[in-house]
């Protein structure tokens, strides 16, 4: 079993920057992946960026050198962060961050990104 508990939403302006943080615990040895999906109204859950076990990327277009993630490994958790900068009002959305162990995966309870003037 793996615990997820994210940080760091909030309301920013366009242009602004915001950072993500989730911190997993439990059984992190397990974990392939980890990452961060978002939705928006309306719309369906997308993959933002995932970074493997090995530390290999992978972005959605839409936020290609704009965003970056980056994971940090102790003993006891794993925590992946997801540094937004250059923020776009296209970009609010409900922020997941999402473990993967092959077998099955964890999801995080969400944290609310909003970009507005």
């Known amino acids: 079993q793996v615990q997820l508990v994210e940080s760091g939403g909030g309301l920013v302006q366009p242009g602004g920057s915001l950072r993500l943080s989730c911190a997993a615990s439990?059984?992190?040895?397990?974990?392939?992946?980890m990452g961060w999906y978002r939705q928006a109204p309306g719309k369906q859950r997308e993959l933002v960026a995932a970074?493997?076990?090995?530390?290999?990327?992978?972005?959605a277009d839409s936020v290609k050198g704009r965003f970056t993630i980056s994971i940090s490994r102790d003993v006891t958790k794993n925590t992946v962060y997801l540094q937004m900068n250059s923020l776009k009002p296209e970009d609010t959305a409900l922020y997941y961050c999402h473990a993967d162990a092959g077998y099955r995966y964890w999801w995080g309870q969400g944290t609310q990104v909003t970009v507005s003037s």
């Open positions: 970074i493997t076990s090995s530390g290999t990327t992978n972005y």
């Open positions: 439990g059984s992190i040895f397990s974990l392939f992946s």
